[in-house]
């Protein structure tokens, strides 16, 4: 609250610690640690991962009614080959397979 109503300023490391920011690099590490962070989000379903975004975006859009569109991308997941791959994958102790 402070900040937002003191306008301060915070070092990159202090908005890593407040968890307004998931990395700080350097500028020459910015292309490999973004390709990183890429790669680990390919690795899972574009189902959810579509269905993410979508909660996400209107959640900012509407708050009031993200909720409900976050519980409507859910309950689409459910049906998907890409559910039943991940289940099993955790039921079984494995990396889904997507």
């Known amino acids: 609250m402070e900040m937002i109503m003191t306008a301060g300023m915070i070092s990159a490391q202090e908005a ?3 968890a307004l920011v998931n990395e700080v690099t350097t500028q020459e590490e910015l292309l490999p640690t973004t390709q990183k962070i890429a790669n680990k989000i390919l690795k899972n ?7 993410a975004i979508r909660a996400v975006n209107a ?4 708050g009031t ?3 409900n569109i976050e519980i409507e ?3 689409a997941c459910f049906g998907t080959a890409d559910f039943k791959e ?3 994958a955790f039921l079984a102790k494995r990396r889904p397979s997507f």
């Open 45 to 51: 379903s574009s189902i959810a991962i579509s269905a």
């Open 65 to 67: 009614n993200g909720f």
């Open 16 to 18: 890593k610690a407040c």
């Open 86 to 88: 991940g289940t099993s």
């Open 73 to 75: 991308e859910f309950g």
């Open 59 to 62: 959640g900012f859009e509407d």
